[in-house]
């Protein structure tokens, strides 16, 4: 036992010793939250536009008023005609064009009905579809404003309400997505670079001849990242707390229950990648592109899985990160219990099982 | 390659485009209104009936099982209220954690039942009454991508994201393999000068990530039909100019690095803050003040906005011009700073 932990000791004093790995084993899950916390959002605001007035009237000012009002715009220039508007998109930001026609106010006063040309910058779909959406919200509010003393018949209203998630901040969906990649990039990068290291520098054969038994030698190399990981869980749970006001709902000790639970599985993962490495180099690219690569993308945390081509959904069943995603919104931002997660927590168990037996298998016939 | 096959499948992966959204519908009237009404929201393409559920009760637990994701309430007498008192409401009970996929669909809901309200309206109202009311239609047009196509806008920006990996990736690896091979040091001890032997390593990688470039743009075409709207020439003299700062960035960060494993580190958090800050993913627009300085700093986000400026909406050299400058003296910078940093002896 004592033996155990002196091995521990030694793999812990190794991982501390390189100060360039800790910043990222630390700085990146830090940096990704501040970002993902206050710098990334989905949402489309402060989008530069143009607008072409031909018909300067009270009417056309309004609106313009109304929408300069808005957080959605703001408004970069106003053309002298429509012409010019091809030129200011490819200028580059301009993301919008509203072109008001000659006789606007007249039209709607004498006809009751008037038009105005909405031109988006579809470059981005998203932007574009939403941004017009936007316009087309303010001209529906200033039709109700105009039509305000009209008692309109037939009205269905809208009850709408936002669940677990009313001011629809961006946190919610990125942090269980960010912790399900530190883990793994802690996990299985680290354990898997630290034991092909051994085997590259030659020293893992002297720890076979020696009387402590191999599985011990792993273990041991788990450790350090096993206590790493809680501990970078914990900083990112406390910063989701305090700096991004996102309560933890359900219950903590589950929480952390599952959370080892994949952490083990990540770490089988880095115990089977590291079977499979000839070299630290290869050990780093083989867990970079073979996995941090698809778990980002197929975890469904950055983009929506049912978006995917069929191929990839399936794909992305292979990926831990996906279940254990699920897991932790259900437990950290619904609040749900065991009962809800038994399925994904039963997945993550047998791909840690299948991960370990092949690893050992591997493993075995290598080195003997 | 592996840069080949990740061109091919991120952009698969990487739509943001919002459909399939899983709805419950609790049906509490079951009238002819009802009815239409649910079927005009299946037939829209978006939603997807993931069940009829009898209470509220047992709809909300299917959004806790994560199998709908809005929940659709009809109350009871909704049609022979609408007529009678002319004023009902339906609720909507949205699964917010993605607060995209929220938006959006609630956004959806809410156009198809305005469209809904102002069809029952004509049919009972008669349309004297309609045309009292002064209405402004918005006529939209959507230039330079008419399909609404997510690959159109993301494949120039991955594209981007590789040849910034190759850049600035390789030429810190192999410049800190060297140095831990021993082999810097025997070049060091001999009359080549500091920059020519910079430039010697340089130059190659230039040349492999121009190469990757060029395939990517043939990938481009034949796997998802993009052609540049503006001058291919223009997109190769901006590559030029990117991949010297690049390059001057991993020179940089082989500087600060004893081995290949630190060199990762390094690359790997400062080319995920790249990422994120690039405006690939998400819009620079929205960010607050502080991050938009952040970005204003990073060669990338010049570089993505410029393929989508040039491909997209084929951008002249003069939209680009400032782009080109400051990634230029980007390039000079970061490579100057690597020079100084690199010292024959240690």
Known sequence: MKQFFAFVAKEFSHVFRDRKTLLMLFGVPVVQIVLFGFALT????????????????????????????????KIKRELLNASQIDAAF??????????????????????????IQVIADASDPNTGTTLTNYVSGIIADYNSQMNATINVPEQINLDVRMLYNPDLKGAPNFVPGVIAMVMLLICVMMTSISIVREKELGTMEVLLVSPFKPLYVILAKAVPYLVLSLVNLTVILLLSVFALDLPIKGNIFLLYGVSIMYIITSLALGLLVSTGAKSQYGAMTLSLVGMMLPTMMLSGYIFPIENMPWILQLLSNVVPAKWFYIIIKDVMLKGLGFSYI??????????????LTLSLRNFKTRLE | MTPIIQLIILPQAANYTIRNINIAVVDLDR??????????????????LAAFAPSYKEAYDLIEKDKADIVIEIPHGFEGKLNSENNQTISLDVDAINGVKAAVGSGYLTNIIQDFNSQIRLDWVQPSIMNQMPTIDVASSNWYNPNLSYYLFMVPGILVLLVTLIGGNM?????????????IEQINVTP??????????????WVLGVVVFTLGLGIAWAVYG?????????????????????MGFGLLISTYSETPMQANSLTFFFMQIFNMMGGL???????????????????ISYFIEVMRMIVIKGSHFHDILPHILIVLLMGVVLNTWAILNYRKTT
């Open chain 1, 42 to 73: 989905n949402e489309i605001k402060n989008s530069s536009i143009v607008i072409v007035d031909n018909a300067k009237d009270m009417a056309s000012q309004q609106i313009i008023t109304k929408i300069a009002s808005t957080d959605y715009f």
């Open chain 1, 90 to 115: 490819k200028s580059g930001d301009i993301k919008l064009a509203i072109v008001f026609p000659e006789n606007f106010y007249t039209d709607l006063l004498h006809t009751n009905k008037a038009q």
């Open chain 1, 342 to 355: 038994w399925k994904e927590t039963l997945i993550l168990l047998g791909m840690t099982i299948f991960f």
């Open chain 2, 31 to 48: 009238s002819s209104y009802s009815a239409k009404f649910v079927n005009k929201v299946l037939s829209s393409g978006y939603f997807k």
């Open chain 2, 171 to 183: 030429t810190s690896q192999n410049i800190v393999r060297e140095k831990e091979m021993g082999t």
């Open chain 2, 192 to 205: 080549v000068k500091k920059y020519h032997f910079i430039l010697g390593k340089l130059i190659p990688f």
């Open chain 2, 226 to 246: 993009i052609i540049p709207l503006g001058s291919v020439g223009l997109l190769y003299l901006f590559v030029s100019v990117y991949l010297i700062a690049i």
């Open chain 2, 281 to 299: 993913y998400t819009p620079i627009d929205s960010m607050p003040g502080w991050a938009k300085v952040i970005t204003e700093l990073i060669p």
